[in-house]
């Protein structure tokens, strides 16, 4: 492809503004068709109908405007009817670019193309334009970052000719990491609460059909039955072919059956991860892997945090390994933990089977949850803060909880029932393992 | 004070007594509502007695909670160290918290009309995660306002990314 300049700018697809408001178009057509059909347009078609007529010549006032071009060593897209934007893209900083197909746009052939930026709020999007193209741009895109970070060519002072250059580094190939097949992704929906919630709606309605009742109770089945269907539906559309490869920027994330979503984590924004063993899935021995990652935006005014599902289903060993790559190598597994000393059980009658905590040189640790069983790992080098709390019941039991803080999101360290003396050496310790971390890390 | 809460190889840093004072007014003014509305109602229902006991009643749990207040008050307490700031606090429910100065985000300090009635103010840290309640509530208002500018020039010299 050819990089587009000033002159040779680019536009996106002309079937944009179908791509980005089809439903409404079709929920408007389908609104006024027999009214159109009839011949007879009432007031509400009317308005409906010029509605989507000025959207339309906005869409199209819209398309005109936006164009994007390489200038210099800056991706610039400018768009806007009204209020003209001109956003710049600076191509050596793009972290990573993704290629997402909305449902819509997928059928129509169409691809938005998502860049990532380090360091920066100016994310940018390109929506849409036409798969090959979106791929094409992808290329070229990378491929000029990654120019812009080789060395230049130079010449050898004596002779004046260019000096041997070091070889082009080599492009690695994305490496698979992790790959979630359909009977797997089917197996675990049914052993899901919300199957089995499921189960017992339709089983009651049945029951309540065949006995005779009021029509008003069946009718309240419905909307239960649907709900639960339809969260059991979404997961499989969210889930379906879900992929984890190792890539450049970062491991990425590819799923999705109607809507191709594609999510980049940057390992070293990773804050920590949460291993979930639901109660139903023990018989397969099958858990799930959470991560906390904070955003690219750095900044005074915080972060934001994302959770993402890294492994949605998997054998607890292969969990085990994804959340080893996720840490860069950091291995919960040989992590020490304890349980609760017994005179705890005046505070948490069955703590015993699910309290656990500890920590090592590089994490920390804590397991909780009866049904179903969370690990919490957060590694020293992203504690927020520590602290240890003590109610007047556990001051007289000789116990206190021990908390590490992270950033906002689905991961949180709590020691909890710790023995008063073990609480104050773990607080200790992670105070002064918390430091190290973050000065050796630099 | 116990083992676990023992100050870290620093020793701890009172608060001021202001705080005593202006906590122990904010209860008395509290209370003279309270028991004013609950007074007024039983007078209106002709409970003259009953508007008694009330008083009486009132009088002792004043006294209770002033004293709770005022040991609760006396307990908040700082450590500053080489690389992180302890805060304790807390009589009934007990509490530490160790921030590191590389994780502070903002220092605010904060004086309603009350505090600075009694010239004292309030030192609040935030890091990236919310459940790091680190506050340090009746500082003398020069004392707040020297902890926030070292905290926040420490912050910015050992800032460690997220």
Redesign the interface.
Known sequence: MKAPTEENFRRLSPLTPVARSGIVLIAVVGATWREIMSGEPGIVALILVGVLAAGAVYGFASWVRTKYWIEGDELRIDTGVVMRQSRRIRIDRLQGIDIVQPFLARLLGLAELKMDVASGNTDGSLAFMPVAEANDLKELLLARRDAVAAPAVETDPETGEPAPTAPPRPVVPDVLLHKLDLRTLLVSLVLSFEFFSLISASAAFVAVASLGGPAGALTGFVPVVLGLALVGFRKLSGFYRFTVSDTAAGLQVRRGLFELTSQTIALH?V?GVVITEPLLWRGQGWARLDVSV?GAQ?G?S??EVVSTTVVPVAPLGEVLRMSRHVLRQLDPAVVPISGIPDRAMWVEPLGQHFAFAGLDDHLVISRSGLFARRTHVVPH?RV?????????LM?RLRL?DV?V????GPV?VRMRLRD??D??RL??RA?VL??QA?TS?? | MDELFAPPGTPWQRVSPRLVSQRRLILVVLWVLMTGALVGASIAVMQRTLALWIVVVSLVGLAWCLRLVGRSARSWRYAERDDDLYIAHGILFRAMVAVPYGRMQFVDVQSGPIDRMFGIATVRLHTAAPGTSAVIPGLPADEAARLRDKLTMLGEAQAAGL
């Open positions: 924004r804050q904070a750095v005074d915080g972060s080098r927020q803060s520590v602290r240890v709390r003590q109610g007047p001051r206190a908390h803080d992270s950033p906002p949180h008063e003396q609480a104050r607080f200790e105070v918390g430091r973050r890390a630099r």
